[in-house]
């Protein structure tokens, strides 16, 4: 479904992301863990074509070229994400923002009220269908992220991109983003690719887990794998010296 090789992108000076090559297949949940400043996000964001890689980077996403496409036209093409640091319509209701993302990432044009169905749907499937009133701003921030999580479904994307959508959560709100996370591929079949710091979270969930150091991806494999890698363990360990 996502296959990227060579993604690159530089600031000035500082590689944040060093020639990884990814591939996420039909169904699959896809965990990206790494230390701070790892490059993480920016590589979400070289993706989602929120930032322009460096040129020998090419990315596919269903067998389209979508290296140089914009966010709006990688959305419809079935590619949403959330953001690390969480982005609503404020001002708007929970509802309107759901609406909102049906209309945003949807690729043929569809009438008001079938975004108004998909938002509905988009909601319960959260758990935030209580909350379809309320002015966005006014969630709690972690509520705000199962928004942004409901806003990217209403749109019935293929593959969603989650930035750290389990931070500030309880242990049970964790547990059930996880079962969350779980059911959107079972149920609704979208593929899922999870950057999280919340090992326990990500551990339990993915089928792959992709570790990035540096910009550079040092270690693939399942949870199984990963968390017996002596690589990995070093990295974290390297990363807290640092700190
Ligand atoms: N817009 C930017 N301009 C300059 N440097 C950036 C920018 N975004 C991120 N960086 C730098 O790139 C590196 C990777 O950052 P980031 O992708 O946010 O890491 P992570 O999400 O893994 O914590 C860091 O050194 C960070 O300071
Ligand atoms: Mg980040």
Same mark, same amino acid.
């Given at each position: 479904?996502?296959?990227?090789?060579?993604?690159?992108?530089?600031?000035?000076?500082?590689?944040?992301?060093?020639? &990884?090559?990814?591939?996420?297949?039909?169904?699959?949940?896809?965990?990206?863990?790494?230390?701070?400043?790892?490059?993480?996000?920016?590589?979400?964001?070289?993706?989602?074509? &929120?930032?322009?890689?460096?040129?020998?980077?090419?990315?596919?996403?269903?067998?389209?070229?979508?290296?140089?496409?914009?966010?709006?036209? !990688?959305?419809?093409?079935?590619?949403?994400?959330?953001?690390?640091?969480?982005?609503?319509?404020?001002?708007?209701? &929970?509802?309107?923002?759901?609406?909102?993302?049906?209309?945003?990432?949807?690729?043929?044009?569809?009438?008001?009220?079938?975004?108004?169905?998909?938002?509905?749907?988009?909601?319960?499937?959260?758990?935030?269908?209580?909350?379809?009133?309320?002015?966005?701003?006014?969630?709690?921030?972690?509520?705000?992220?199962?928004?942004?999580?409901?806003?990217?479904?209403?749109?019935?994307?293929?593959?969603?991109?989650?930035?750290?959508?389990?931070?500030?959560?309880?242990?049970?709100?964790?547990?059930?983003?996880?079962?969350?996370?779980?059911?959107?591929?079972?149920?609704?079949? !979208?593929?899922?690719?999870?950057?999280?710091?919340?090992?326990?979270?990500?551990?339990?969930?993915?089928?792959?887990?992709? &570790?990035?150091?540096?910009?550079?991806?040092?270690?693939?494999?399942?949870?199984?794998?990963?968390?017996?890698?002596?690589?990995?363990?070093?990295?974290?360990?390297?990363?807290?010296?640092?700190?």
């Amino acid at each position: 479904m996502l296959e990227a090789a060579n993604i690159r992108k530089k600031f000035g000076g500082l590689v944040a992301v060093d020639g &990884v090559d990814l591939e996420i297949g039909n169904g699959e949940i896809v965990g990206l863990i790494g230390p701070n400043g790892a490059g993480k996000t920016t590589l979400f964001n070289t993706i989602t074509g &929120v930032l322009e890689p460096e040129q020998e980077t090419e990315i596919t996403f269903n067998g389209e070229d979508i290296v140089a496409l914009g966010t709006h036209e !990688i959305a419809r093409a079935g590619l949403l994400r959330t953001f690390q640091i969480v982005r609503v319509f404020g001002e708007m209701s &929970v509802f309107e923002n759901a609406v909102a993302g049906a209309l945003f990432g949807t690729e043929e044009s569809i009438s008001q009220e079938e975004a108004e169905d998909r938002a509905r749907e988009a909601l319960a499937f959260v758990g935030l269908e209580d909350k379809a009133d309320m002015q966005a701003e006014n969630l709690p921030i972690a509520q705000q992220k199962q928004l942004e999580l409901a806003r990217a479904v209403a749109s019935e994307p293929d593959l969603v991109l989650l930035d750290e959508i389990a931070s500030g959560l309880t242990p049970g709100e964790i547990e059930e983003l996880s079962d969350t996370i779980r059911r959107l591929r079972d149920e609704l079949g !979208i593929s899922v690719f999870w950057i999280e710091h919340i090992m326990d979270a990500i551990m339990g969930t993915a089928d792959r887990i992709i &570790v990035l150091k540096s910009g550079e991806k040092i270690a693939e494999g399942t949870p199984e794998e990963i968390r017996n890698d002596q690589v990995v363990t070093e990295a974290y360990l390297g990363a807290e010296d640092e700190s």
